[in-house]
């Protein structure tokens, strides 16, 4: 067993250089003691279970013009979607009765989905669904309106930081939106007392091993509930169209060093790495995962959510994505859980 996966077990902290060196020296050998370290971290508070969130795409209009998103605004060919109240209740109702507890509510950054409605939203499925946790994802906002969303019942809140280098936030954003800013967010959300969850993306255009470094001191030093990474992914009709996508291989090393400099956090087998590889998802929780969120989106809106090329699910219905992920679950030796899945206080 290496020496700094030990240590890294053992401690939860390792000095920069030796971060560095793990991420420079990222062999099969090295993934494997760490996911092996990782797994056992995991298993020790969650034990074979993997929570369950149900993902509601409900608006793809977005304010914003990040490089790498595929529902960014100047992107003139997606085909805009809002789902009505209605429709939104339905993807609860579908997903309440196929034994989902988490309701994750994200969209772009839509005007039209302002205070009021949203808070009108959170109150209706809260009603109908007091036992029920509401994760929102919904990016930037100020304090106030944040505030306003917390009290109306939402429990939870998901931002990443996308990267925690102020120059590479400039290569990946217009200057509108500063790293500043989205770190006083998700300093507001804690304090107002969201479980928070913040992440990035691995490999985006221009990242270096140093930015991913700087990356995982943020979230040692935030220490937030929930930690979302997942591979950059090109879209077709983004500035980073031609850029090289993210690698397997390094997010699996990146979620098993996260699980092991934070113990217990909640930290997904995402959609994009279930994207780049077949098994992406599985591996995922084999490195130290232990939550997976499958889409209740209406399908018939799926393809317009696309962030990147080739997202997987588009075409199942929620129920066959829940059954599809209980059988990847259960390959790998782990269960599906339908509870909440708070974070272990
Ligand atoms: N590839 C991978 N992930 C992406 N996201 C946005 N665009 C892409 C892409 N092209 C991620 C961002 C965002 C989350 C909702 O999806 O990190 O925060
Ligand atoms: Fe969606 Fe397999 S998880 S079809």
Same mark, same amino acid.
């Given at each position: ?9 053992? $401690? ?6 030796? @971060? ?29 279970g993997?929570?369950?969130?149900g993902?509601?795409e ?6 914003? /013009? ?9 992107? /003139?060919?997606? &085909? ?13 109702q ?15 950054? +839509?005007?039209?989905f302002? +205070?009021?409605?949203?808070?009108? !939203? !959170?109150? $209706?499925?809260?009603? &109908? ?8 994802? #919904? ?26 280098n102020?120059?590479h ?11 500043e800013n989205?770190?006083?967010? =998700? ?6 007392? %969201?479980?928070v969850?913040?992440? %990035? *993306?691995?490999g985006?255009?221009?990242q270096?091993?140093?930015? @991913?470094?700087? +990356? ?9 509930? #929930? ?20 690698s ?12 092991? *400099?934070?113990p ?11 994207? !780049? &590889?077949?098994?992406g ?29 080739n997202? !997987?699910?588009? /075409? ?8 599809? =992920?209980?059988?990847? #679950? ?7 859980l ?8």
């Amino acid at each position: 067993m290496n020496k700094l996966v030990e240590k890294l077990a053992r $401690e939860q902290y390792l000095e920069a250089k030796e @971060i560095l060196w793990l991420l420079e020296n990222n062999t099969v050998e090295l993934r494997q003691d760490l996911s092996e370290k990782a797994r056992a971290v995991a298993k020790k508070t969650f034990g074979n279970g993997v929570y369950t969130r149900g993902l509601i795409e409900f608006s793809n209009y977005c304010k914003n /013009d990040c490089y790498y998103c595929g529902i960014r605004q100047s992107n /003139d060919q997606v &085909n805009r979607y809002r789902l009505t109240e209605d429709q939104i209740f339905n993807c609860c109702q579908t997903g309440y009765a196929l034994g989902f507890r988490t309701f994750v509510l994200q969209g772009g950054e +839509d005007p039209y989905f302002d +205070d009021d409605r949203v808070v009108a !939203i !959170i109150q $209706e499925i809260k009603k &109908n669904y007091a036992d029920c946790a509401i994760t929102l994802s #919904m990016g930037e906002k100020s304090k106030k309106s944040y505030q306003r969303l917390y009290q109306a019942g939402a429990d939870r809140y998901l931002l990443r930081h996308e990267t925690a280098n102020k120059g590479h936030y400039k290569r990946l954003h217009p200057s509108n939106l500063t790293l500043e800013n989205r770190i006083t967010c =998700l300093r507001d959300l804690k304090e107002i007392g %969201f479980q928070v969850g913040t992440g %990035f *993306m691995v490999g985006s255009p221009t990242q270096t091993i140093e930015n @991913i470094l700087e +990356d995982l001191e943020f979230i040692k030093e935030l220490k937030p509930q #929930m930690i979302g990474i997942g591979p950059f992914i090109p879209h077709h009709n983004t500035p980073f169209k031609n850029a090289n996508p993210g690698s397997l291989e390094q997010t699996l090393q990146l979620i098993s060093i996260l699980r092991l *400099m934070l113990p217990k956090a909640l930290i997904p087998a995402t959609t994009a790495l279930g994207t !780049i &590889n077949g098994q992406g998802r599985e591996l995922g929780i084999l490195a130290g995962a232990n939550v997976v969120m499958p889409n209740l989106s209406p399908v018939a809106v799926r393809k317009d959510y696309s962030l990147y090329d080739n997202k !997987i699910c588009t /075409d199942d219905e929620a129920a066959e994505c829940r059954s599809c =992920l209980a059988k990847r #679950m259960a390959s790998i030796g782990y269960e599906i859980l339908t509870n909440r899945g708070d974070y272990p206080e």
